[in-house]
């Protein structure tokens, strides 16, 4: 059944898809490639629009594969779909700037995240709703870490309660990252980083393991595995 959108709602959602997925091996574009029979763009973006909140969704797609992702998105949910860039910030770019007039919240959230639960949309939407200009979802550092040189020498142990890792959706009141991206210099892997550079304050909220990004053959395998548990 395609899930009907928030037209009251206060977010975007940009989901930048237009990554080719190396780290995964040869085949389809990563957003394109099969979880358990459906596309990951198509998991991914049927959990955003069960977020209450959302208003608008838009993917950027690979540039050979807006039609085919449009036609593979329609029975899903109500999207925009635009062609993406060669970086990643290049995609989040194009998909920002088909925001329509109305979402002061705008989230971006990687269509490799496929498995993330509406609820963290809610969550990091709430918390730029209670007046952060930037939020990101993290997870505590379970490893130890350790600070190498260029011969793999140990340099040292890093202090890890200091430490996060980072997933998406990062969420953002519209103009700051609209301003952002207008003086955005090199690219970085998160939008966050951006607000870093200009001196702007991010706010983090707690994270769900099951916004783990797909990224190598081995997360394909865990993510099928939560699919048939019940993700
Ligand atoms: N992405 C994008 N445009 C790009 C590069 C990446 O929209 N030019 C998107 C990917 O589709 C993904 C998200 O950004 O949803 C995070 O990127 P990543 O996990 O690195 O995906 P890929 O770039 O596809 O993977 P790889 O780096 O292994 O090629
Ligand atoms: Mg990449």
Same mark, same amino acid.
């Given at each position: 059944m395609t899930a009907q959108l928030n037209p009251r709602g206060d977010v975007a959602v940009l989901v930048p898809a237009a990554g080719a997925g190396v780290r995964l091996g040869p085949g389809a574009p990563k957003a394109l490639r099969l979880l358990a029979g459906e596309p990951l763009l198509v998991h991914a973006v049927r959990r955003?629009?069960?977020? *209450?909140?959302?208003?608008?969704?838009?993917v950027a797609a690979p540039a050979t594969e807006v039609e085919a992702v449009r036609a593979m998105l329609a029975p899903v949910a109500p999207v925009?779909? /635009?062609?993406?860039?060669?970086?990643?910030?290049?995609?989040v770019a194009a998909a920002l700037a088909a925001v329509? %007039?109305?979402?002061?919240? /705008?989230?971006?959230?990687?269509?490799?995240?496929?498995l993330t639960p509406p609820h963290l949309v809610e969550s990091v939407a709430?918390?730029?709703?209670?007046?952060?200009?930037?939020?990101? *979802?993290? &997870?505590?550092?379970?490893?130890?870490?350790?600070?190498?040189?260029?011969?793999?020498? /140990? &340099?040292?142990?890093?202090?890890?309660?200091?430490?996060r890792a980072v997933q998406t959706p990062q969420g953002f009141r519209r103009?700051?990252? /609209?301003? %952002?991206?207008?003086s955005a210099g090199d690219a970085l892997t998160d939008d966050a980083g951006l607000i870093e550079k200009q001196g702007g304050a991010v706010m983090c909220v707690p994270g769900s393991?099951?916004?783990?990004?797909?990224?190598?053959?081995?997360?394909?395998?865990? %993510?099928?595995? &939560?699919?048939t548990t019940g993700a």
């Open positions: 955003i629009a069960a977020a *209450p909140s959302v208003h608008t969704i838009v925009t779909v /635009v062609s993406g860039g060669a970086e990643r910030q290049e995609s329509p %007039a109305g979402p002061e919240i /705008v989230l971006v959230h990687d269509a490799a995240r496929a709430a918390a730029v709703r209670d007046g952060h200009d930037a939020v990101i *979802p993290v &997870l505590p550092v379970v490893d130890t870490i350790k600070e190498v040189d260029a011969t793999e020498r /140990v &340099l040292g142990t890093v202090d890890r309660s200091a430490l103009s700051v990252l /609209v301003a %952002a991206h207008r393991e099951l916004a783990l990004k797909i990224t190598r053959p081995f997360d394909m395998a865990l %993510a099928e595995h &939560l699919l």
